[in-house]
């Protein structure tokens, strides 16, 4: 099992980045999945989740602080998943992580960066 993020950059405050993250090993449709980030200097925190593997149909949850800019979503095609943030603030900037469980066993992406200034 692999999780390939990409999509990071940087961008100016209140602009919008796509991150997608592509798993091998799994479909995104039978596994939760979340969204992790980590700022310079601080404990990587939990930012979004999509639950409900298995199924089309999957419930999604943020972290107060990204709650109604950030999107994440789950390409069943693709087999990706995204997260797509809007109205950036440099708060933002970090390293962002997708990561899964999958039969008993937690796996991490090797992280993309995010960059919010001016």
């Known amino acids: 099992v692999q999780l390939v993020e990409s999509g990071g950059g940087l961008v100016e405050p209140g602009g919008s980045l796509e991150l997608s993250c592509a798993p091998s090993?799994?479909?995104?449709?039978?596994?939760?999945m979340n969204w992790y980030r980590q700022a310079p200097g601080k404990e990587r925190e939990w930012v979004a989740r999509?639950?409900?593997?298995?199924?089309?149909?999957?419930?999604?949850y943020y972290a107060d602080s990204v709650k109604g800019r950030f999107t994440i979503d789950r390409d069943f095609f693709k087999n990706t998943l995204h997260l797509l943030m809007k109205a950036l603030k440099p708060e933002d900037t970090g390293v962002y992580y997708c990561?899964?469980?999958?039969?008993?066993?937690?796996?991490w992406g090797q992280g993309t960066q995010v960059t919010v200034s001016s």
């Open positions: 999509a639950v409900g593997g298995g199924s089309t149909y999957y419930s999604t």
């Open positions: 090993g799994f479909t995104v449709r039978a596994a939760d």
């Open positions: 990561e899964t469980t999958w039969r008993g066993t937690e796996y």
